[in-house]
């Protein structure tokens, strides 16, 4: 069974930084890709980042590029989300997802097959 448990999240200035983890379990992580999503208050959840099982491919929301880094550890069976330079508009519930490929790091949900419970994430202006 897989399991994905995000952490991280809190409240921070615009302009600040935080870093999400998201742990998993169940199979073996080195071998599928992994994406960040978000979703605000009243909106669709959306893509923010995914990374492909090797780490050597990422993929970014125009709204995150730049700003936001995705990377994992597979020793450590994690994927981070370092977001950087903050905006309110960033305020959003951010869930980890693991694709069901080793390589498809692409937007669309229904190619990632698990998701975490998602973690909140604030930013005052």
């Known amino acids: 069974q897989v399991q994905l448990v995000e952490s991280g999240g809190g409240l921070v200035q615009a302009g600040g930084s935080l870093r999400l983890s998201c742990a998993a379990s169940?199979?073996?992580?080195?071998?599928?890709?992994m994406g960040w999503f978000r979703q605000a208050p009243g909106k669709e959840r959306v893509f923010v980042a995914s990374?492909?099982?090797?780490?050597?491919?990422?993929h970014y929301a125009d709204s995150v590029k730049g700003r936001f880094t995705i990377s994992r550890d597979n020793a450590k069976n994690t994927v981070y989300l370092q977001m950087n330079m903050l905006k309110p508009e960033d305020t959003a519930v951010y869930y980890c997802?693991?694709?069901?490929?080793?390589?498809?790091?692409?937007?669309?949900?229904?190619?990632?097959?698990?998701w975490g419970q998602g973690t909140q994430v604030t930013v005052s202006s």
């Open positions: 997802a693991q694709g069901s490929r080793s390589w498809y790091i692409g937007p669309l949900d229904h190619e990632y097959e698990y």
């Open positions: 169940g199979r073996t992580f080195s071998s599928y890709a």
């Open positions: 990374i492909s099982a090797s780490g050597y491919n990422t």
